[in-house]
């Protein structure tokens, strides 16, 4: 005869399993919220998994400098090596919120537009450019933001760079989903490259651009300057030149 296990026996085994599910979440599909406790865990378990990387960010935290000091796009290494493999000498770029990013495709040998909220940050990504030798090929544009007129206009920018090469959306977080939704009103897709940083965050998935027009890729990892793991996702026309 069998007989069927107890409660007190079946809940401690659900009780863990759950505990094991919602540890498993954390780990893997967090972002970059949190304390800087949470984030430092969330890293040390992406690098048991990804131990090419550790390298990389141990470095970084032992000599802590900017994107901007970098030349590197604030966003995971996933991202700038997919950038890196995609970007040339030439191509137009429209970018949301300047910095390293800047300098990063301006070295590419790239023309750069800039939309820009902040005048401080705006005068030190020329002030790059000018030492760097890049100034001529950068066009940055101080758009602040202050209402959600402001936020339309900032956005309405993509509507007059009709032959960009990539757009780079990374500006202020009230200004994203504002950008995706022009992407996607879009009545065919542009043969271009979008790239969302940040992506992690849930609320923008429903701005996203879709199939059967869109593929994307999830671009998750650590990354230069920042201590957690993040997460940008690249928007691109199916069988267009960047679906490699």
């Not at 940040?198 to 199939?211: G, T």
Request: charged residues 25%; positive net charge.
């Amino acid at each position: 005869m069998v007989l069927a296990p107890s409660l007190s026996r079946i809940r401690p085994v659900r009780q863990t399993r759950a505990c094991v599910v919602f540890a498993a979440r954390f780990l893997v599909d967090g972002g970059m919220e949190g304390t800087n406790l949470t984030r430092s865990v969330r890293a040390a378990a992406w690098m048991a998994t990804h131990p090419l990387e550790a390298g990389f960010w141990l470095r970084d935290r032992m000599r802590p400098r900017s994107p901007l000091d970098l030349a590197l796009p604030w966003t995971s290494w996933t991202c700038i090596n997919f950038l890196e493999r995609h970007v040339r000498a030439g191509m137009h770029v429209l970018e949301y919120g300047g910095g390293g990013s800047t300098r990063f495709f301006l070295r590419k040998g790239c023309s750069v537009t800039t939309i820009e909220s902040s005048p401080l940050w705006a005068e030190q990504i020329v002030d790059w450019a000018r030492r760097d030798g890049t100034r001529d090929r950068l066009e940055l544009k101080c758009l602040p933001v202050t209402s959600q007129a402001d936020v339309q206009g900032y956005a309405a920018e993509l509507n007059t760079e009709s032959l960009c090469d990539i757009v780079l959306i990374d500006g202020l977080e009230d200004t994203r989903t504002a950008c995706l939704d022009l992407v996607t009103q879009k009545k065919h897709a542009p043969d271009w490259l979008v790239v969302l940083d940040d992506s992690w965050r849930n609320h923008y998935e429903a701005h996203m651009p879709r199939p059967p027009e869109y593929r994307s890729v999830a671009l998750r990892g650590l990354g230069p300057a920042r201590i957690g793991v993040t997460q940008a996702h690249a928007f691109f026309r199916a069988g267009g030149r960047f679906d490699d």
